[in-house]
DNA sequence: GCATATCCTGATAGACACATGAGAAACTCC
DNA sequence: GGAGTTTCTCATGTGTCTATCAGGATATGC
């Protein structure tokens, strides 16, 4: 569903949002993200500074630089930091590509999907990165395993 | 959602099962069908290939030859004609990838996301494409626009 | 100003999906 | 059995995604 590069990016915002908090707490290296979420660092140096760029997280170069959360993590949405890297499928979208629906699709089938089309894409754009951090029964123990102490 | 191939493969299906009907209707040929859907032809063979490995065509070479439907429209699925170009989303599967979804990912996305994708699973298993071809109130007028007698 | 730490950027490579082209194989009809 | 039609198959090209590498830019602390 998301693609590989979105994927980091949400594993990784959830690691900075889960060790940074707000956004006055200390920032988080690039290569401790990388360690912690179990991808190439140099790659996730990529990832990271296209939701800079994006907005969705802030850099400081030097010793202890790092990357923090943009925004508190309650107005941070799945569809915000996935977007950067791939079009999450939009309202009108056909089932099949992206032809105009009218004319190509069959109705029936049309309606149906717009309906899960448009709960897919209303999942993107409501859950907040504070909201899957919240039931952290799960996630949190594996995080918390690979974080150390400044 | 779906990928070019099994976009290509559903668009093709639909055109056969208009045109060829049941199963003693005349074939199609690659050429007419792929001039009707707006896909290259040299492309489409591949993929019409496949989808007859796949048991969801039968072809016949020589004059008259062509692709006919394997079975009649109404026990044909979209999981089944997009199934050999790309892998549907599964049950169990991650909204993070395909690690293995108790530690990494946070619970309360996660069953949201799994309901999700259980209902999208849902729709590519049950809807059929006799059931595309129903309402055919858009599809049909397309289709036969391009199609020609013999 | 120097050493260190960290982000930032451009060039490059591999894998894969998508697409093209040419010719072989097989079937039908005369 | 030969000509014509159509599927089938192999080789190749193109573009995108993922990943790596090397080095530059910038901030901190002494």
């Known amino acids: 569903m998301l693609n590989q ?3 980091h990016a949400l594993r990784a915002v959830l690691f900075v949002a889960q060790r940074g908090g707000g956004g006055g707490a200390r920032a988080c290296r690039a290569r401790a993200i990388a360690a912690a ?4 660092h140099n790659y996730l140096g990529k990832v990271l500074n296209t939701l800079t760029s994006a907005g969705v997280l802030t850099s400081s170069r030097g010793p202890r630089g790092g990357f923090r959360l943009a925004n508190g993590a309650a107005l941070m949405t799945i569809a915000d930091v996935a977007g950067p890297f791939q079009r999450l499928p939009e309202r009108r979208v056909c089932l099949l590509g992206d032809r105009p629906c009218d004319p190509t699709l069959p109705c029936a089938a049309h309606r149906q999907w717009q309906t899960m089309a448009d709960q897919v894409t209303g999942f993107f754009r409501t859950t ?3 909201s899957m951090l919240d039931a952290d029964v799960c996630a949190t123990r594996t995080l918390n395993q690979e974080s150390q102490p400044s």
């Open 5 to 7: 590069s979105a994927d």
């Open 37 to 40: 979420i179990g991808v190439p």
């Open 128 to 130: 907040t990165i504070a």
